[in-house]
């Protein structure tokens, strides 16, 4: 595939199960993991964006993020996966999302009773930027829900 013949604008009928402003920060996260900036998110591309935030992706986990789009991951591609996925039942496992939490945390190995124990440790600070910042964004009262 050629430079740019990735590029999609997400009009298609998949686009149309979400909202312009959901599809803006589709457009925006993709532009963002497409680090190569030719219109698909390849296992490089893939790989680059898990580093940016300091998490070490193994190949067979990028391989099987990048299996479930069905086809190039371009950004109409991505569309119609996300569409899939919250269609109708489709949920992601519990280790699914266990996994997304652990790529903002991190691990601390200590002695716990004479054992070594590795705790995980997610940081208020960064998890309410994440919070705050991206996707459906959260108030300062949905935060203040959560923290208690």
């Known amino acids: 595939m050629g430079k740019g013949e990735g590029k999609g604008q997400g009009k298609g009928k998949a686009a149309e199960h979400f909202d312009e402003a959901t599809l803006e920060v589709y457009k925006e996260c993709f532009r963002l993991m497409d680090i190569d900036k030719d219109g698909v998110i390849n296992k490089t ?62 691990e601390v190995e200590e002695k716990v009773k004479g054992q070594m124990v590795t705790r995980h440790i997610l940081e208020k600070e960064n998890f309410t930027h994440i919070l705050t910042a991206f996707g459906d964004k959260l108030t300062e009262d949905e935060i203040d829900d959560i923290f208690g």
Not at 67 to 79: L, T
């Open 45 to 106: 591309d893939l790989r680059a964006a898990f580093d940016n935030v300091g998490r070490l992706v193994m190949d067979d986990e990028l391989n099987s993020m990048l299996s479930e789009v069905g086809g190039p991951c371009n950004y109409d591609n991505m569309i119609k996966m996300f569409e899939a996925k919250m269609a109708g039942g489709i949920n992601d496992p519990d280790d699914l999302v266990v996994d997304a939490f652990k790529a903002f945390d991190e």
